[in-house]
């Protein structure tokens, strides 16, 4: 009677097991949020500039300026070491040409130093993608992108929400050259290896949280930049959340680091903390010249009307952090191993 009342306890346990990790599954294949349906169908890479095919040499470990492990020779390594001195390394900026018959977009209408400054759609601009975890910070960082270049970015997602909000290139389409930032979170857009890729990345700890109550704010006009009650994360739908996206941040970074020759990645964190010096080291990836004047007004400016609540909240279980920590070990390997800057030692605090 022991071994049978045990034997069904094992199975019961085991059977509960299989429904859980079904479904994640479920979970992680359907993508039931719009952020991870695009309108459009991906059509192909374009080819690229014959400067942005920069330096395909051998690749060995080297330590730069700012003491980060980069790849010796990559593009990598030009944009991190000596960013700041980019002519004297032989760089060539390019010509950015802005439409300036195209509607345009006013940044700092209150500010009399800043009010003149606009941003428009390019013409003839080469593809550069930014990829990202969803909600690790791509909407803050197109606005300062834009506020430094004065150039439009786009998404594959055309979020109507977002053009309500001002980024007027959401409307753009990502094959059109009148955007100097297409996002996605998605790799299977970024059909060409060789395409230009800005890799943000974000602590999953807080990424998850963000796009937990992005889903479940959906449709409201502060979707973007408010949160939930602490409560609505105390829920099974948030835990099973929390394994599949756990596995998409991890799968993301593995495949960008295998996959794309021309990559440079961009830790949240270190935009939050030093704002200026990274806008500064993206400009030079983008081989665009630093406006000056552009660059003061964008650090009177630096939050935008688009950067997120603070969520400050714990809801993992010890479980939970385990996997997360095990996903930020894992994937700051594969980024070392490829040779590239590990993720931050504040990642590990889960």
């Known amino acids: 009677m022991l071994f049978n009342q045990h034997g069904s306890s094992v199975g019961y346990r085991v059977g509960l097991m299989c429904v859980t990790v079904g479904a994640v599954m479920m979970i992680y294949r359907s993508h039931i949020t719009t952020y991870m349906r695009p309108t459009t169908l991906a ?6 500039n014959e400067e942005m095919g920069m330096m395909g040499i051998q690749l060995s470990q080297t330590q730069s300026t700012d003491g980060r492990n980069t790849k010796s020779g990559s593009v990598e390594a030009a944009n991190i070491a000596n960013y700041q001195d980019a002519e004297a390394n032989g760089v060539q ?26 941003v428009r759609p390019g013409q003839g601009i080469t593809k550069t993608w930014l990829l990202s975890f969803p909600r690790s910070g791509n909407t803050w960082t197109r606005y300062l992108i834009e506020a430094a270049t004065g150039v439009s970015t786009t998404s594959v997602y055309h979020d109507k929400l977002l053009v309500r909000l001002g980024f007027q290139g959401e409307r753009e389409d990502i094959d059109t050259g009148t955007t100097l930032l297409q996002k996605t979170h998605d790799t299977r857009w970024i059909r060409n290896p060789t395409d230009p890729v800005i890799l943000l990345v974000r602590d999953p700890s807080r990424a998850i949280i963000s796009f937990w109550s992005w889903t479940q704010l959906n449709g409201r006009p502060d979707q973007y930049n408010t949160s939930i009650p602490a409560e609505r994360y105390k829920t099974p739908g948030f835990h099973l ?58 650090a009177r400016h630096l939050e935008g009307p688009f950067k997120g ?42």
């Open 93 to 118: 900026y390019r010509n950015l040409n802005i439409n300036m018959t195209a509607p345009s977009r006013q940044l700092w209408p209150n500010d009399t130093q800043c009010d003149r400054l606009t």
């Open 241 to 298: 959340f929390v394994w599949a996206r756990t596995l998409e941040w991890s799968r993301m970074i593995s495949k960008a680091v295998e996959k794309y020759e021309n990559l440079t990645t961009l830790y949240y964190e270190d935009l939050v903390r030093n704002p200026l010096k990274e806008v500064r080291r993206l400009l030079h990836f983008l081989r665009v010249k630093p406006d000056e004047e552009r660059l003061e007004c964008v």
């Open 43 to 48: 059509t192909g890479g374009i080819a690229v």
């Open 309 to 350: 609540a603070k969520k400050i909240l714990d809801p993992y279980s010890v479980f939970e952090k385990k996997i997360l920590k095990s996903a930020v070990v894992s994937s700051s390997q594969s980024l070392e191993r490829s040779g590239y800057t590990p993720l931050p030692v504040m990642f590990y605090g889960v």
